[in-house]
């Protein structure tokens, strides 16, 4: 069974900036998207940003120009950096591992961002 495991949230002012980490339980070398999620209270949860095997990276537009998505497969672990935080930046943040070959999604039990002054 693969295991996600993130870490790196907690409570910031607001312009602050935080970085998640998410570690995968096997190789992530090749065939997959690693993507970060978030979910708000009472909304439901949406993409941030994603990246692939080969390093093509995707953002959800109210994170253009904040958020930084990277990979590093040779320690099985993607990243998100997030600058210039805003309190409606606030959610607990999930990573997701999707395997292309077998199109399974693999989800971490999240960690709480809290963006308030």
């Known amino acids: 069974q693969v295991q996600l495991v993130e870490s790196g949230g907690g409570l910031v002012q607001p312009g602050e900036s935080l970085r998640l980490s998410c570690a995968v339980s096997?190789?992530?070398?090749?065939?997959?998207?690693l993507g970060w999620y978030r979910q708000a209270p009472g909304k439901q949860r949406e993409l941030v940003a994603s990246?692939?095997?080969?390093?093509?990276?995707f953002y959800a537009d109210f994170v253009k120009g904040r958020f930084t998505i990277s990979r590093d497969n040779a320690k099985n672990t993607v990243a998100l950096q997030m600058n210039s935080l805003r309190p409606e930046d606030t959610a607990v943040y999930y990573c997701?591992?999707?395997?292309?070959?077998?199109?399974?999604?693999?989800w971490g039990q999240g960690t709480q961002v809290t963006v308030s002054s």
């Open positions: 096997q190789s992530i070398s090749r065939f997959n998207v």
């Open positions: 997701k591992l999707t395997v292309l070959l077998t199109r399974d999604d693999y």
């Open positions: 990246i692939s095997s080969g390093g093509t990276s």
